[in-house]
């Protein structure tokens, strides 16, 4: 019986010891939250690829995450609730966010926080932006050497200064290529209306557009699928959408959202905080690029015209607009 006893406590004592082990390495555990952008999780683009990030961070780092989405554009509100589930960081993904985001975080400066797509001069906010001008350059002559009608289409989500990013790098990549080429531009208005997506498409290929380049998230989906049925040549945006419209997609403009949410978390778990005030990633830091080119063959001349250019951009021999009036 005595002996029984002692077994008894020795497994008390192990299960004791693994307990206080899991407790400790529990509280060692960073947490992440994140406040998805208006088109939320499926969207096939922006908030697909950060959720992506995530996903590699928790399985190769350890750290846990969780989401909100606020479809309502009830931003405070969700941001209240991840700061009540005190995370370690909380990233607010898009432009539309930022004045929420920027409100929260004055009101818990002990709180870190993460923008993507926008810049806070706030304390406690980490700013990330992208440098969607340079890849989006590389489309441009992409679109222009693929033509056969000479005029190429861009459809924007939302009127706002990122966006621009996309379309100024378009229209100038296209025009380094072919002065004369013709570019049309519209916006949507929204990041996630299929229906207005594929009628802007319907539109322009009408028009004789035969090459789309959208930034547009989910909107982007409808014109794409619109430009398949159709039968003219499309691009992604954010990550490879290829898959989406297999005969129809060339390139994608890839902006490695997945990539600057793991680096923050990597730095979270490396240095359990997050110092530097700022980051912007182009070309030079594989922040945005393309993926391959499927569809067309290019000629070696032109495939040779895209590196030229990319090496030009990134020694700063090509200098691509990033707002109208800024250069970069």
Known sequence: MKKLMIGFCLIALLLAGCSNSQQEKAQDDYRIGILLSDAGLGDESFNDSAFKGLEKARDELGILFDYKEAPDGNYEEKLEELVAEKYNIIIGLGFSVQEALEKTAKKYPDQQFVLIDGQ??????????????????LLGMVAAMTSKTGKIGFIGGADVPVIHHFENGFIEGAKYYNPNIEIISEYAGSFDDTDAGAAIAERYIKNKVDFIYHAAGFTGFGAIKKAEEMGIYAAGVDIDQFYIAEKTVVTSMLKNVDQAVFKMAKTLDEEGEISEKSFSFGLADTGVGLADIRVIKLTPEQQAAIEKAKEDIVSGKIKVTAEKGNSQ
């Open 120 to 137: 806070s001069d706030v304390a406690n906010i980490t700013s990330i932006t992208f440098k969607e001008q340079e890849g989006s350059f």
